[in-house]
């Protein structure tokens, strides 16, 4: 079992930035890839960005491209996401999660393993 929390949420302003951390436990071997989601009041869950643990290729929204980085330690075995120029539409729950097969995948359905969320609440 792969044991997965994230920290980093909070309020801020439009135009601020937050850093998401995702602490990954237990068997991290078996994940290959690993993503972040969001998910706002009402709206169904939706892909944020994915890397791979290994070569470290990404794959992002459009709605975040050029604003969001993601990125990983691995020897922490800890996954970032790095939000910049934050809008009010990113307020949402993030998600991490972590997937057993070596391709990111933008599905949800297609994820093994999730967090518990953190709050992010942007401000106009």
């Known amino acids: 079992q792969v044991h997965l929390v994230e920290s980093g949420g909070g309020l801020v302003q439009a135009g601020g930035s937050l850093r998401l951390s995702c602490a990954a436990s237990?068997?991290?071997?078996?994940?290959?890839?690993m993503g972040w989601f969001r998910q706002a009041p009402g709206k169904e869950r939706e892909f944020v960005a994915a890397?791979?643990?290994?070569?470290?290729?990404?794959k992002y929204a459009d709605s975040v491209k050029d604003r969001f980085i993601i990125s990983r330690d691995n020897p922490k075995n800890t996954l970032y996401l790095q939000m910049n120029r934050l809008k009010p539409e990113d307020t949402a729950l993030y998600y991490c999660?972590?997937?057993?097969?070596?391709?990111?995948?933008?599905?949800?359905?297609?994820?093994?393993?999730w967090g518990q969320g953190t709050q992010v609440t942007v401000s106009s």
């Open positions: 237990g068997r991290t071997i078996s994940t290959n890839t």
């Open positions: 890397i791979t643990w290994i070569t470290g290729g990404t």
């Open positions: 999660a972590g997937r057993r097969q070596l391709i990111t995948s933008r599905q949800a359905s297609e994820y093994d393993y």
